[in-house]
């Protein structure tokens, strides 16, 4: 008989479990009750929108977040329960993890401080241009001590660009402090990227400026993605740019071969990761489908003539060297350069390269370069002048090829 009584006990309790699951009770909630354990206090509540999936709310205890995804628009987001993404000011942008959360997209703009991983720094009035004047900044608070990087992905960047002279951001600036040093940039960068060291703890922020002054329509989204310091995706010491592909393409900021401008004043490491059973890279300037003459690599001369590819310091060992035969003001440094088509190759190399055509020998013939200096990595340098000597310098574009170890490097 006891048996019996228990098994009728279990039976009205697992169908007393179904008809609460299916919905069927008063909309009452009932606080501090063994209900609110299982379901949560807002499920009894009579809003449609708190009831708001097809499932059992018991699946909102599995762990959605903090995956990354992707919205329909294009933004990346944080995959999370669609109630925090509302609690947290987040913009839900369709569903994630199989139906069991929203992607979240966080945005925050001048004034603002950035507490959500993927947050997009924004322009005023995004997405419209804004011709306002002043500073704009948000600050970057670290999710946790153990961050050690912050991934900067210009999405959208697009303010004022230097002044024609001497190719100064005297208009607007994009600053970056608190963090590893990094150049001023302005002009135009859509796509391009920069990886910031963060330092160690949690009681230094990183703060984000756009300076702007005088009119002009701008717009910028910048994507901020902070990187725990064991993360495979963290890029090595130094690297203000990082790339992981065995082939892909490097640029200086603002270029653009029919109305870009070289940014002065920039010190900074380009950095490619190894990959495995790779020993040595070639490089190529980019394709310039606008231009009867390749602005690909336009460093140093006056761009709006043909000007021969440069190499060197210009002054090695005290020997007299004449005047502009060397990289001394502006100039891209790559690790021991040599032309790929060279059979046999030449005995020496050479580190700096300059001028406007593309090549590790003086002269005015564009060559595939290659280097087996490993780590792989550029340094870009240039000076604040440009005016007289140069004129009109674009910056650079390289296409990149690792080399298989078994092609002799």
């Known amino acids: 008989m006891w048996n019996n009584q228990v098994d009728i006990c279990v039976l009205i309790f697992c169908g007393l479990f179904f008809v609460l699951a299916a919905g069927k009770v008063p909309t009452k909630p009932q606080s501090n009750s063994w209900r609110d354990l299982i379901f949560g206090g807002k499920w009894f509540s009579s809003s449609p929108r708190l009831r708001e999936s097809k499932f059992l709310p018991i699946f909102a205890f599995v762990p959605i977040g903090p995956s990354s995804c992707s919205a329909p628009s294009g933004e990346f987001g944080n995959c999370i329960p669609s109630k925090d993404c509302l609690v947290r000011n987040g913009i839900p942008a369709g569903p994630c993890g199989g139906g069991y959360g929203v992607c979240c997209i966080f945005l925050q703009t001048c004034g603002g401080i950035i507490r959500e991983n993927s947050t997009y720094f924004v322009n005023p009035n995004h997405p419209d241009v804004y011709d306002g004047t002043g500073s704009c900044q948000v600050t970057v608070q670290k999710l946790h001590p153990d961050i050690c990087q912050l991934r900067l992905d210009l999405d959208m960047f697009s303010i004022a660009p230097p002044e024609a002279a001497n190719h100064l951001c005297n208009q607007d600036q994009l600053l970056i402090s608190g963090g590893s040093p990094t150049p001023t940039i302005c002009g135009s960068s859509t796509g391009d990227h920069m990886y910031i060291d963060a330092g160690l703890g949690q009681s230094n922020p990183i703060v984000l400026s756009i300076i702007t002054s005088g009119s002009f329509p701008r717009l910028w989204r910048i994507r901020v993605t902070q990187i725990h310091c064991g993360s495979i995706s963290r890029a090595d010491q130094g690297c203000l740019q990082y ?101 046999p190759p030449l005995p020496g190399c050479e580190d700096r390269v300059c001028g406007g055509t593309f090549s590790a020998e003086a002269g005015m013939l564009a060559r595939t370069v290659q280097s087996s200096v490993r780590p792989f990595r550029l340094y870009f340098h240039t000076d604040g002048v440009e005016a007289p000597n140069d004129i009109d310098n674009r910056g650079f574009c390289l296409d990149y090829v690792q080399q298989p170890c078994t092609s002799g490097y």
Request: proline residues 4%; hydrophobic residues 30%; glycine residues 14%.
């Open 243 to 343: 790339y992981t592909a065995i082939s892909g393409r490097v640029r200086s900021f603002n270029y653009n071969t029919v109305g870009g401008r070289q940014l002065s004043n920039q010190d900074y490491s380009i950095c490619i990761r190894n990959e495995r059973n790779f020993c040595g890279i070639q490089y190529n300037a980019c394709p310039d489908l606008e231009n009867n003459r390749s602005r690909a690599f336009t460093i140093s001369g006056n761009s709006n003539n043909p000007v021969p590819t440069m190499v060197g310091g210009g002054g090695g060992g005290g020997v007299a060297v004449p005047t502009g035969s060397g990289c001394i003001s502006d100039w891209l440094l790559i690790g021991c350069i040599r032309s790929a088509d060279r059979i």
